[in-house]
């Protein structure tokens, strides 16, 4: 079987900016109101543009978009989350290489994850995959299209 | 004959247009199961265990301790193991004083004045789940009622109105009242004389007439007898204050276009209808009420990561999620797993590929709820607000106010946002705590505009960041039902998989209980099969 290395496609975990690893000491709270500016309390106009649907995602960039779904899960460094369960890592992910996988899954879903496919355009799916795949220390071409999307979804 | 000057033909059509849609929500909830009553008749007799025969039970929730329950009552020699350091799973609340991390590492302590608490998961249980209610009585879990509708509390369209929030009672009659002077508008141009008769046409008139509180000419308008309803501008008082005087119907264009109409349905819905109830103190007291009988067969802090069955026995591998290098592992002559399939689709389980198909083929719902805790109670003392839950078309979704307590001075706590599923949960989810209790108040203030002076502290959970769940429910659709939910819910060999994912009542604690019972006893029919042959 041939074994893909990956890591010429990323820069290796030390070179990123480490969030993840930091969990113990990300420390929010107590989330009171001394720890509030009034500013904090007034709707801010990008709430105004990601919240204007309920029931589809309205931003269209791929990194946007990533920082107002993907990012639930699997965290703002793209790398995944453990507990009982773990949502994986996209840093070097080699699933990536190619666009389907990700696209199918963003479409479909895979295991607990909700499949998108109502919610978000072929082109903001191929915009997404595109900044997964050039981002973590990705290194890939960011050339999914909506018509690679369009062709998987059905 | 007068016309009114709200009413064309395209008015009526958008009205049936929207009570069409309102029944196909409603029917599309059905298939979800949300509306369904429970078929709990009593508590299982199980009796007569094989002798020595022992149950591994996965996961401490209502599902797995329900099992655990009947299975020792029935005989078995049983054992729980649970991820987590307490018990109840997603049956859970975050008490004052207590500090909470979740999947991203954010920690967030609760401030709330000692006896205060937000429940981030379940907070209201229907009358008619009897499993839940058959439990908490026998385990001594005290309810008290949970107000689903209050007509005082408000219904409010960011676009309508001003953007001023109404109050229930005030859609709620002018709905009734509007819809009543169309149909009998209809009526009386003999436009449904195929379908009635004469006695229908005046039984119809009279009925519309009281339930619309209309005038003389069958309209509605301006009136006591529709404030007796939607409220009055001037109450009814005494002596040489101000007489009663009527209050303004909402406009019904306005009204027709607002939404408010249609959020008036989550007070209605089957799973909703009062009389509702929820535990004193929080819902995680259903979780101790449980532990209080099974607490001493739960073993905590232990992670399963693999299972496998032979022809005799069940072997689960666990870690302690402190020292994951180090893998134990426990046998057992019957397992019951409750690990949310979110989880358990990513450990390897020896069933048949079917089932590992079906395990794999759940996904689980976003949802944040965030918790507010406020200086005084504002909305009992400046809008007479006890109880209850408004409804909102900002991302916060819905406020709900503290059921008990009520009058009490000092700090109180309400739920502030309430989102489920869609893209607006998802984006919710990806901010930080932090953030999301800054947006409950920001937006939260467009409703009551005390939020800003009042706020103390908040707490907000995501449920795709819960360590233990990694998401809300499973989310069934009536396809993956039937490609899947049967296969799920069969005993392979010597395990039998329960919870609410095993439940025509998903996303409730009582379909986690008919589970849990559902799967012991046809465990244990299999386990005093196989002793005898
Ligand atoms: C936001 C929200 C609102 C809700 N509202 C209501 C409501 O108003 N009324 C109502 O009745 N219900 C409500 N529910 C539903 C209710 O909470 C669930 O249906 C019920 O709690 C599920 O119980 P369970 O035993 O199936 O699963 P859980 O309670 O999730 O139990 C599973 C257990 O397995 C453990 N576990 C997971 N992975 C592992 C592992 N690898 N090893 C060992 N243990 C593991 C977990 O820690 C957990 O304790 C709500 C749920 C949510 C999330």
Known sequence: MKHITFTLLFLGASALPVTAGAAENMSSGPNTAESYSSEDFTVKPEWEKLFADHNHFSTTSGEELYQTLCQACHLSDGQGAQGAGHYPSFVGDERLRTPFYAIDVILNGFRGMPGFSDKLSDQQIADVVNYLRTSFGNQLEADATAEDVARVRH | ?533
């Open chain 2, 1 to 533: 004959m007068t016309t009114s000057p709200f009413l064309t033909r395209r008015d009526l059509l958008t009205m049936i247009g929207k009570t069409a849609g309102a029944s196909a929500m409603y029917s599309a909830m059905m298939s979800m199961g949300f509306a369904k009553a429970s078929t709990f008749t009593s508590e299982l007799e199980l009796s007569d265990a094989p002798d020595g025969d022992s149950v591994l039970i996965l996961g401490a929730g209502l599902a797995g301790m329900t099992a655990a329950y009947e299975m020792r009552k029935a005989g078995y020699d049983v054992t729980i193991l649970e991820y987590n350091q307490r018990p109840g799973g997603r049956c859970y609340t975050i008490h004052s004083g207590d500090t909470v991390t979740d999947l991203s590492g954010e920690t967030q302590h609760c401030e709330f004045a000692p006896g205060n608490y937000i429940n981030p998961g379940p907070w209201r249980i229907p009358y008619h789940h009897y499993g839940v209610l058959h439990y908490c009585k026998k385990f001594g879990v005290k309810l008290e009622p949970f107000i689903q509708l209050n007509y005082n509390a408000y219904v409010h369209s960011s676009k309508a109105f001003g953007g001023k929030p109404k109050r229930v009672r005030e859609v709620l009659t002018d709905v009734h009242g509007y819809t009543s002077e169309l149909l009998a508008k209809a009526t009386n141009q003999q436009a449904l004389d195929d379908v009635l008769t004469k006695e229908d046409t005046e039984a119809l008139l009279a009925q519309l007439d009281d339930w619309g509180h209309l005038t003389d000419d069958y309209k509605y308008q301006k009136s006591l007898k529709a404030s007796e309803y939607r409220g009055y501008d001037d109450w009814p008082a005494a002596g040489l204050m101000p007489k009663p005087s009527p209050s303004e119907p909402l406009d019904f264009k306005e009204l027709l276009h607002s939404g408010l109409w249609g959020m008036l349905l989550d007070y209605f819905n089957t799973s909703y209808q009062h009389t509702m109830f929820e535990p004193a103190g929080g819902m995680e007291e259903i979780a101790r009420g449980f532990a209080g009988e099974v607490g001493d067969l739960i073993e905590y802090g232990r992670k399963v990561v693999r299972i496998e069955q032979s022809d005799n026995e069940v072997t689960v591998h666990y870690i302690d999620p402190e020292r994951p290098d180090d893998v134990m592992t426990r046998k057992a002559d019957w397992c019951v797993c409750t690990i949310p399939l979110s989880v358990l689709s990513q450990i390897p389980v020896e069933v048949s590929p079917a089932m590992r198909e079906a395990i794999a083929a759940v996904p689980y719902a976003s949802s944040v709820k965030t918790g507010l805790e406020f200086k005084r109670r504002f909305w009992e003392q400046d809008e007479s607000i006890f109880g209850g839950v408004s409804y909102t078309d900002l991302p916060i979704k819905a406020i709900s106010y503290p059921m008990y307590d009520y009058f009490s001075d000092g700090p109180a706590v309400l739920l502030g946002a309430y989102t489920i599923d869609d893209a607006t949960s998802f984006t919710m989810s990806s901010m930080t705590a932090r953030e999301r209790v800054a947006l409950a108040v920001s937006y939260g203030k467009q409703i009551h505009p005390q939020y800003e002076e009042e706020f103390i502290s908040g707490v907000s959970w995501s449920w795709h960041l819960s360590p233990w769940s990694l998401g809300c429910y499973g989310l069934w659709t009536e396809e993956l039902r039937e490609a899947h939910y049967d296969t799920l819910c069969e005993i392979d060999n010597r395990l039998v998989l329960a919870g609410e994912h095993c439940s025509y009542i998903p996303a409730w604690l009582e379909g986690a209980i008919l589970s849990g019972m559902d799967a012991s006893k046809r465990l244990h029919e299999k386990a005093t099969a196989t002793a005898r042959a």
